[in-house]
């Protein structure tokens, strides 16, 4: 069992930076999918960025502006988000896929406020 806690959300003006963490509780792999998604109200909840065996992949709204980062030691995820604009303005979601054989299981955290003022 895998248990997610996302910290970091907050209000901030465009142009500004937030970053957020995943502390993740439970074992995880190095196999293991971590990632961060992002919904507003009324719209699918759309991936912003994630960590898999084969390197990182982002989303095409936040390429160049986003980074993504792991430390394995901690279990702990990261979203660095420089040059925010308000269309980021999003609850965000930590995610991890995990791979317990012999099938996978998704994890979610709780969801960080993220609210970018113009």
């Known amino acids: 069992q895998v248990q997610l806690v996302e910290s970091g959300g907050g209000l901030v003006q465009a142009g500004g930076s937030l970053r957020l963490t995943c502390e993740a509780s439970g074992e995880i792999l190095a196999r293991d999918v971590m990632g961060w998604y992002r919904q507003v109200p009324g719209k699918l909840r759309e991936l912003v960025a994630d960590?898999?065996?084969?390197?990182?992949n982002y989303g095409g709204a936040v390429k160049g502006r986003f980074t993504v980062s792991k430390d394995n030691a901690k279990n702990t995820l990261y979203l660095q988000m420089d040059s925010l604009r308000p269309e980021d303005t999003a609850v965000y979601y930590c995610k991890v896929d995990a791979f317990r054989s012999p099938s996978w299981a998704t994890y979610w955290g709780q969801g960080t406020q993220v609210t970018v003022s113009s």
């Open positions: 960590i898999t065996p084969g390197g990182p």
